[in-house]
């Protein structure tokens, strides 16, 4: 079944009650998307819940097999293998899946889309989209103007995430831990392999044999197929930090053509989702606790690389549950019936 | 007033009641530094205090002019404009000078010291030593041994500052502030220009001309006069983030030798001053709540570069108070009576 154009679309939320899902619903609203009736599912152990949408509740449902008949859109985060057990019906069912997961991100043939990127990779007739990882994105978005520019050789990163991207019951554990070492108590964990109020974790997914994380791979290699140059060079540390949104970035890229932090701050100006917050003076750097709920990237601290003639170094800042997951999922959607 | 050798030493430490001053006189009293009579010096703010020394009570006394009659050492760590007004002094009275500050790090004439990488610099009748930037110290135990065997090029380094390193108020503000937050009141900032819990700061000192920190041009300068080689190029941010004790630090190293994490690893396993925490299975890696109240300069999370030959990345974590300030002034301290 081919996508066609309505004036309103029927969306499906799939993993509806988690942190990222619920973001999907708001950012719905917020945003205004043509919903005509929107499907909220969830696993067994959510289902029955109720949500809210424009000030209707909605049930959530149990996710099944035939969940998607009629539907146009499905936005899943529900983590990998709800998307690889389930996508596949979505799509059978014609209904287009975005997927906020990592289960087909790196696939060949499925476009992985950051909208002020590369919304070209979107094929005239999608089945499945995949939305990249947060991190990625983030830095994407601001990599992207640099890259047409002054073309980026090497990328050295490291990250300041926020517990906000391990889901809800990672809020709830920095929010548990921090009570109890303020009150002088032992604290215990169970989302994180260690305490992580107070604390940081130079650890975000699973550890690979080559001793970087997934979670570092995937800024490694998403970041190339975004920008659609597998000449870019990225050197990842990703670290958990004990701060409920947003993503905070260190990065240092080095270019072909000479650059200049001045140059860059006047380029990033004019690009599309950047925000530049950047007067030292006056103690004005992108914030985790100012882009929290905002929609823009934020990109601060720009300044010359002292150590190496064509370099910069700057800091990214972004809510990793908008930008880095729902938001960017919606704007793909957008992309899509705004054809 | 030449020093020579003796049974015991008359110390006197300089802003006692500080965050540091307090990790001095714990670290002489559990080292065993062969004290005679200990004087705590403090402005009149906090001269009264009355703190204890292997048991025994001491009051503070009021810091001035002739404090150091008859003291062999003095540690000072009360700030800047305090070592530049009253160290002279301490000179006159033939007391060493083992300076916490940034006051003299740069002189030419006065020795920036970390035992464990430059223990020669100090002369045989020393005045005035300089104890390194806290998150200059961590960095250059580590990057001292590779230097030495693979000469290092450049370094990339982001900091995870806690906020001891801005002495006790800081403290006090991240507890308060993160028990605001976690009951959902408002916060106010004092020692820092925006919350710092549940947030990352990337402004640490206050901010220069280059638009770099003078935190982070202390880690540019402090590492070449250690290392004692000017060609190491050094690209820093530096970041405070809601964490109590320990800083800990992201670090890429470009070296003129081939280098690997491998061979890197088994050096510091035998390098002074470091212990090696390196095993991701086990979910094992340098943390800052591990690192406090620790000597060591912890240091895991060792693996190639995969966007460069001859390029390394790795995590360094120490407690800033100790090894990062009254660790190391008393372990010079120990360097000079021992000789």
New interface residues.
Partial sequence: MAFSKKEKYNVAVVGATGAVGRRMITTLAERDFPVDRLVLLASARSAGQVLTFKGKSIAVELLTESSFAGQDFALFSAGASVSLKYAPFSVDAGCIVIDNSSAFRMEKDIPLVVPEVNPDAIPDQPEIIANPNCSTIQMVVALHPIHAKYRIK???V?T?QSVSGSGQKAIAE??TQ??AV?DGKDTSSEVY???IA??????IDV?LD???TKEEMKM?NETRKILGDDSI???P?T?R????YSH?E?V?VETEAPIS?EAVKKLLRHSPGIRVVDD??R?E?????DAEGKDEVFV?????????KK?I?F?IVSDNLRKGAALNAVQIAELIVGR
Same sequence: chains 1, 2.
Avoid: K
Avoid at 198 to 203: A, M
Avoid at 241 to 244: C, E, L
Avoid at 285 to 289: D, E, G, Q, T, V
């Fill in positions: 090497r990328v050295v490291s300041y920095l929010t921090s009570m303020l392999p260690h305490q107070f604390n940081c974790l130079p650890h550890f080559n001793g970087y490694v060079q990225v050197s540390t670290v930090v004990p701060v409920f905070s260190s240092n932090a030292p003076e103690s750097y992108p914030l985790a606790i601060g601290r720009l300044r010359n690389d002292l150590s190496r370099a170094n800091w």
